[in-house]
């Protein structure tokens, strides 16, 4: 993506021009017509950022040289007034493009959209921040959305036969939204049952990690710099507070590229795309509340658990997150007193004596026992109609004509046909993604998992905690119950990427990972380490799980057509959100079978990044 910004600015915004993508020229709005026009023609930007809409001549040059481009102009409005994005990460909305009339020969190709200012109070570094942010996605949405729209006008919004690969708790959501809406759906797994007592390492992400998961409004966060502000440490070992889990070796220039491709997202795209992330928490938010008040019977016996407590090691990380979570609901939030949450939470009593955290705020969300959840997912779907294939992996798709794919290959050598499919394979699907644009995006991230006892002295929240500097510095609590009703605090945490191979683990990082863990459960629960330790419990609970992740910090939703003249769809890389955007990526997919639209169809584009580089390979689907 270029960028032509045409005014001078604040010495405060220069460091957002630096790099390839930003051109300034701050003369150029000053002498509008030949002048601007001339530039606009010479270096062909993909986005004209500026003060003032340019005249019919001006677009004329700068379509003429643009090829069939649409012309994008990001129209800088402080006169608006107050109406502008709120600070922190609220969700920046879409604008209308607005076609102006008379604009010459390129004025059915010219796309103009307001980015006004939030008020005289706005810094202008936030001001130009959003405003490069509206320029990459408007520029997105024109590239991605008449291509999305030919795969999706093309379809008959009928009951369909779809199959769908991979049942973890993203599919398995999806499947249900689509027998709800009519259609004829099929499940292939490698793993087992999840309803089984299969050996947990038999299982991918959703069910042979723990038993827990969690949804708040700020999971999937964006993953792009380590709190001394360089890139994050993907290559530097566990033991060395690094994130490289892999055995090191067995990398390669697939591996490198993807590191490089997280370091070098500049800061304000970085924001921008967390503030897309979140704001499907958000529809999410409404979506889960919907589904336990439409399908309650998902929700019994399953460790439904109301209410986030979150507690922090550092008083400045804390008063900013309670910032941000003000941003996200526009409610305030308490910030509460390590002494006030000791009183309330008695099982953090020792953790509060000792200094481990200076206070936290209370926030909304829950949290389930996954593995039970899935296996009440499962029984709905199959009462519903879904039929599931366990332990039958898949390995390819099948070319038809042209190349388009007409089928899934199973390792057993049958092919499986159908109207439509969605592949959600978590960390696992190199092979199965070969000649998608989703393919070499996701690799795994490792996070692991404890259990301890809860003797009953009283957590009345499941926890995050946020440790600064800790090599495990974000950790899920959760209230769990065995089957025989006694309460455990399961813990899961931990950052170890693995590269493009899910199963390249060097055991010394593995190993390095789970004692970053033992040391948070320790510290903030000594009593009950101290039993689990003694009575076996935590090394029989030891697990781990590897986690989809993608370099933009941004998941994946592909739209292809198929040779049948059906959709395959590509969902996944959720980093750590996969189950708090389930619902929502299954309302996705249920409306590109619809032939409708979805703003995640455009927002999660696999090829978003590369556009945005220009990268050679960024081909959108024919």
Known sequence: MLVLLDHPVPTSVEPLLKGPHVLH?????????????????????????????????????????????????????????????????ARVRRPPARRLPGAGPAGS????????SAGAAEPPADLYARALAT??????????????????????????????????VVNLLTGLRLLRAGHRVTFYDSGPDPRSGAPWTSFGCSRGGGDARMFTLTEADGYFGSPGGGPLPFAQPVKDKGWGLADLARLGPAERAWTEDNARVPGWLARSFTEDVLGY???????????????????????????????????????????????????????????????????????????AFVGGIEVN???????????????????????????????????????APDGISCRDGETVRADHYVLSPGAYGEALLRGTASAGLIHGMVGVWLTLPDPGRGLRNSLKITRSGHTAADAN????????????????????????????LDPTQLEALHAAVDDTASSFFPGAFDEARRSGLLERSRRYCVRPWTASSLPVFETTRTAGGGLLLITGGHNTGGFAQAPETAEAVASALRGESHPMHVDYHPNRLRMFYGQKDARLPE
């Open 477 to 504: 609590v959760t209230v769990t119950a065995g089957p025989d009703g006694r309460s455990f605090l399961t813990v899961g945490s931990g950052y170890g990427w693995t590269g493009a191979d899910p199963d390249n």
């Open 281 to 355: 928490n958000l529809t999410s938010d409404r979506l889960w509340r919907d589904l336990r008040h439409d399908a309650p019977e998902l929700f019994h016996g399953v460790g439904l658990r109301e209410g986030i407590l979150r507690i922090y090691s550092d008083q400045a990380v804390l008063e900013a997150h309670a910032e941000r979570q003000r941003s996200l609901t526009e409610r305030d939030f308490e910030i509460l007193s390590a002494d006030r949450i000791s009183a309330r939470h008695p099982a953090l009593a020792a953790a509060h004596r000792a200094g």
């Open 109 to 116: 190709r010219l796309r103009v959209t307001v980015c006004p």
């Open 25 to 89: 020229r701050p003369t150029l709005g000053a002498r509008p017509g030949a002048l601007r026009g001339r530039a606009l023609a010479r270096h062909r930007p993909d986005v004209l950022l500026t003060r003032s809409v340019p005249a019919a001549a001006e677009t004329a040059a700068w379509g003429a040289a643009a090829g069939g481009r649409p012309l994008v102009v990001v129209l800088l409005d402080r006169a608006a007034g107050p109406g502008g994005a709120r600070g922190g990460v």
């Open 135 to 168: 320029a990459e996605r408007r520029l997105l949405a024109e590239r991605v959305g008449p291509v999305l729209a030919g795969h999706l006008g093309a379809l008959r919004p009928e009951a369909a036969s779809v199959v769908l690969v991979g049942a973890g």
């Open 365 to 403: 969300g829950f949290t389930v026992q996954v593995h039970r959840f899935l296996g009440a997912v499962t029984d709905a779907a199959g009462r519903a109609g879904a039929v599931f294939h366990w332990g039958r992996p898949v390995d390819a798709l099948v070319p038809g004509e042209g190349g």
